[in-house]
């Protein structure tokens, strides 16, 4: 019911030329892909260049952040019209790195999630917790308050446009991946917050994605979880087999 989404978190990394080879690359062996959405996410600077790239493959192309104004004096800036206009059909927004490196808030983020869908885009909302957080128990109010802040002021027909990704912070380029249990555990939680939040409908069609760490050899155990929808990958999706590996996930 829920069609699978594998993304590929380029972060800041690969020259233009790089860029175009690695999206080449997929776009030559992911031509047959119609059971799953593939989703890039280069640097900015990289975005037309890629869509033209993959322009008739079935790939789309992520930006990795925006900034919720349409337009004006807001210099280094880029807005999700403006993204749309680079190809881009989906952002991801609140990434850990941002939260932590840029002190990005739940206020923020949701002010660039409505902007995003008001473009036209689908957002892919980032949400995790720390291993502090963990340790001392406070990994499911993080995550309430992550999507309550994240999500707010949007309605269910919005909800059908976004994506959400559970990423715990810990797992993320450290090598260490949340098992599939426990990353069952918290996207069954989530999905409970999404049915508190909206419906039993929006809860049940959203799109959960799990990140952190996530490669070749733990992709299918946590892709065989109910609750899992997808992976926002990192590390390995800057190599092309490794990342059309996690593509061609076996159940
Ligand atoms: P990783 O990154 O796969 O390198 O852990 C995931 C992410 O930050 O989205």
Known sequence: MRKPLIAGNWKLHKTLSEAKELAGSLAANLSDVTEVDVVIAPVFTALTSV??????????????????????????????ALLKDAGCEYVIIGH????????????????????????????????GETLQERETDQM?????????GGLANLSATHMAEVVIAYEPVWAIGT???????????????????????????????????????????????????DDIDGAL???????????????????
């Open 175 to 225: 090598g260490k991946t949340a098992s599939a249990e426990q990353a069952q555990e918290a996207h069954s939680f989530i999905r409970g917050l999404l049915q508190g939040l909206f419906t039993k409908e929006v809860a049940l069609a959203t799109r959960i994605l799990y990140g952190g760490s996530v490669k070749p050899n733990n992709v299918d155990g946590l892709m065989a979880m």
């Open 140 to 148: 499911l109010e993080v995550l309430t308050t992550q999507i309550k």
């Open 51 to 80: 869509a033209e790239v993959i322009q008739s493959s079935p790939l789309k192309l992520a930006a990795q952040n925006c900034y919720p104004v349409e337009t004006g004096a807001f210099t280094g800036e880029v807005s999700p």
């Open 233 to 251: 990958v990192g590390g390995a999706s800057l190599k092309a087999d490794d990342f059309i590996r996690l593509v061609r996930f076996e159940k």
């Open 96 to 127: 850990s790195e941002r939260r932590q490196l840029l002190d990005e808030t739940d206020h923020f983020i949701n002010l660039k999630l409505i902007k995003a869908l008001e473009a036209g885009l689908k957002p892919i909302l980032c949400i």
